[in-house]
Structures are given as structure tokens and as C-alpha cells.
Nanobody, 116 residues
Framework: QVQLVESGGGLVQPGGSLRLSCAPS????????MGWYRQAPGKQRELVAT???????NYADSVKGRFTLSRDNAKNTVCLQMSRLKPEEPAVYYC??????????WGQGAQVTVSS
């Protein structure tokens, strides 16, 4: 069974940058869209960014201009480049993928901590 594997989380100072990556553990899954959600303690999970197979992107208003989502369709991987991170943005970031048949896959989550 295909799973999504995330990497790149960690600790960064306010104003710093961090890069998250997500890749499938196997083959045979061609998602329509991929992206990232995040969930902070005590808060609901929110969409951060998404990208379709055609390259169309959508970002949460709070991250526009600071986060960039890219995708490699050949490998079905996505990378979220985060810059100018804010103290209120620590969360667990979850990679997701949705197939053309509306099947969802989720990663295990990557912790992002923003602290000086």
C-alpha cells in the first residue's frame, strides 16, 4: 500500500526558512492534487497549500508570498518552501494527496517549531 513520507521538519528561528518534502513510498498512485495541511495545538487542521497535476496552486491567505509549493509529476513528490516563518506558525504539517477517484492519502506529519 502506498504511503506518503514527509521529511524536512524541525526547529527554525522566527523569520527563518524551512523546506518540507513529501514522497510516496511506492508506485502506482497518480494523484490529481497534492499539498500540505497543518494543525497547531488546540486548533483545527487548515489547508496551507495545494497543487494540481497541471501545476495550479492555491495558498492560504496567511502564507501567500512566503510559502512556495512545487511538484515533480514524474516522481509524485511535492516540496513546500517556507520562508519568513512566524512565531505563531508552529504546527504539525501533513502532506496529503488525492487521486482522480477521490482517494486520499496522508503523511504521518512533520513537526515545525518556530522559536528563538
Amino acid at each position: 500500500q502506498v504511503q506518503l513520507v514527509e521529511s524536512g521538519g524541525g526547529l527554525v528561528q522566527p523569520g527563518g526558512s524551512l523546506r518540507l518534502s513529501c514522497a510516496p513510498s511506492g508506485s502506482g498512485f497518480s494523484p490529481y492534487a497534492m499539498g500540505w495541511y497543518r494543525q497547531a495545538p488546540g486548533k483545527q487542521r487548515e489547508l496551507v497549500a495545494t497543487i494540481t497535476a497541471g501545476g495550479s496552486t492555491n495558498y492560504a491567505d496567511s502564507v501567500k508570498g512566503r510559502f512556495t509549493l512545487s511538484r515533480d509529476n514524474a516522481k509524485n513528490t511535492v516540496c513546500l518552501q517556507m520562508s519568513r516563518l512566524k512565531p505563531e506558525e508552529p504546527a504539525v504539517y501533513y502532506c496529503y494527496a488525492v487521486s482522480y477517484s477521490c482517494r486520499y492519502l496522508w503523511g504521518q506529519g512533520a513537526q515545525v517549531t518556530v522559536s528563538s
